[in-house]
């Protein structure tokens, strides 16, 4: 017969199974997950970590571990972009991506973080991220505790047109610069200045259009479509300087287009510059061709 | 004939005891998420100004957590703009952070050692009642 008497002991192992193991494990989980982003089904985390020297990355943080750093993976950065035409002060760069190759995991001491924040998932990062992984035909997992988010179609657009009018301003601008050098008293003829300029401008288009093709190729445009997208999209940004535009943060493919666009228009823009203030040296005279002395026949 | 396997169903005691489990196991998980390791404070001022190690300050409701970090929510801070003239001084305004290229959210956690000092603000100050009157 079963016996009706109250056993503390095992009510305690009944309150251990099935209370207190169970909040043990939910505070464990509970400490290491975001409720608003849950593993799975939740949006990407991505986190801000913030250094002390005014460096900021941002990736998937793992500070789970108790040693003295912490893992940023998938790691992206701020670079200046100050005298770029992107009409933002930084533009968005790839980690693994310099001379030395890092591989991925950044491991960050702890001691050098000022702080961490999470990323918004609509923000610009988020969104130049992961245009950038659209680009990269990055595949993630199915499953994954934290799965990468990929761009749509609209923001791939977006950072499309954000990088056309990026090397638009870029154009605009030294073409502006060559505008203005012309109407200085210049050491040089009024033609001579006309033909340097029309030159320089002839380079430049030049520039925009490998600029537009190289565009057109990282966003996966086909050679046809390409050729006719370079000769149409050159032709709506002519006469467009997009001054004033707000500048979207590109995805580190995009704006290594433009990177290496200003890098271009500016030597195109120099090389210009240094031929319209520089007098042309005038041609030092041939020297006349003397007879030269024939010797004398002694007698 | 080989003899007919009955299907046994849990008992009522087991069903009963996963219940509890997952009835603990989502109380705990709620009640952490809600504390946030976060460290009770009492009497201190609605808002804080926390002073950074590499000379900046936050300024929002600070509230110390077990562990390395403590936390900070509705952040603020100043940001200086050098207008036209070189020779003025610098504009200062009050900012709300998550206005940046990636619209940072609501929860900032701060290594303690990368804080140098927390201050509270008295209710007059000009930061806090900024602070309380943005958040309406």
Known sequence: MRSLRFDPVRVAGSVFRWALVPAIIGVLVSANVDARALPLIGVERQSAVLLLDGQAYFGHLDESGESGTLVLRDAYYFQDAKAGPTNLGVGLAKRGTEAHEPADGMRINRDKVLAIERVG?????ARAVGVQRELANASPPTISLNRQAIAGLEVLTAQRVGTEHAIARGYAGNADQLAKLNDLVLPISKSEAETITLKALDDLRSVRRSALAALARTVGMGAADADLYVRTTDTQLEGKSFATEQGVLLAPDLYSIVARATTLYAQVGDAASK?????????????????APTPTKRP | MPPRRRLRLPSLRLLRGLALAAGAFLLAFVITQWWDFTVPALGRGGYQAVFLAN???????????????????????????QGADPNAAPDTRLVRRGSELHAPENRMLVPKSAILFVEDLKDSSPIARFMHEDKK
Do not use: C, H, M
């Open chain 1, 275 to 291: 031929l319209l203030t520089q007098p042309r040296s005038t041609p030092t005279p041939a020297p006349s061709a003397t007879p």
């Open chain 1, 121 to 125: 998932p609509n923000s610009a990062v």
């Open chain 2, 55 to 81: 000379g900046q300050t936050y300024f929002g409701r600070y509230y110390d957590r077990i562990g390395a970090y403590a936390k900070i929510e509705d952040v603020y801070y100043l940001q200086q703009t």
